[in-house]
């Protein structure tokens, strides 16, 4: 929505393959996380940044990776040490002073 | 850290009757408490929020209640409608602002029956 750009919306990974999700913000906020969801799962928290240049694990980094070189860009690495990669992945941006979390569209990424 | 618990996971009523889904968190620091609606294979959008030096808040046909002591608070759905059918979510916040990202909940299929 609204300045959240995710791509690509579907992706398809090869196992022992690392694939890299992309997101994009023109909101100006600080904030950018990244969560997975699973079927019938509510969203956990893999990655987060709260300004250039630092990033903080959340409760499930393993075999994820993550950079925050520019204020509009975080994206995310799923690297062949994730063992069940298969899932749809939320990318969300929010501001240090409100806290509501602005979504972007997801990608869901299948292994083959 | 913070943990989330979802009541019910799945819920279907009548449509025009209320709703009403439940949460309790485990972190007596968390003080933001988020719901989201998300439609199949869409990204959850906000609803509504509660801060915690606030009972109740409430925004035309959705309220919010909170409860500190007991830890929990709630989301009421009434005159509900077709489109109200959706999965919500239940989050919350132990960093003081949300800075630090949500816990969510599992989450609650709402299913109105014309």
């Known amino acids: 929505d609204g300045g959240i750009t995710q791509s690509p919306k579907y992706l398809f990974r090869k196992e022992g393959q690392n694939v890299t999700l992309s997101c994009e913000q023109n909101?100006?906020?600080?904030?950018m996380y990244w969560y997975r969801q699973d079927p019938g799962q509510g969203l956990r928290l893999i990655y987060y940044?709260?300004?250039?240049?630092?990033?903080q694990k959340g409760d499930i980094a393993e075999g994820y990776s993550v950079s925050r070189e520019k204020k509009e860009s975080f994206p995310l690495t799923v690297t062949s040490a994730q063992k069940n990669p298969t899932a749809f992945y939320l990318c969300a941006t929010a501001t240090l002073v409100n806290t509501e979390a602005f979504f972007g569209q997801g990608t869901r990424l299948t292994v083959v | 850290g913070e943990n989330v618990e979802q009541h019910p996971s799945t819920l279907s009523v009548q449509e025009g009757d209320s709703a009403v889904i439940k949460c309790t968190y485990s972190d007596s620091a968390s003080n933001y408490f988020p719901w989201y609606k998300q439609e199949l294979g869409k990204r959850p959008q906000l609803i509504i929020d509660?801060?915690?030096?606030?009972g109740e808040k409430k925004d035309q046909r959705i309220a919010v209640t909170l409860n500190k002591t007991a830890k929990h608070f709630s989301l009421h759905i009434t005159e509900t409608q077709p489109e109200d059918s959706a999965v919500y979510f239940c989050a919350a916040s132990s960093s003081g602002g949300g800075a630090d990202g949500l816990t969510f909940g599992k989450g609650t299929h709402l299913i109105i029956q014309p």
């Open positions: 509660i801060r915690s030096n606030v």
């Open positions: 940044s709260q300004i250039v240049n630092d990033f």
């Open positions: 909101l100006n906020h600080d904030a």
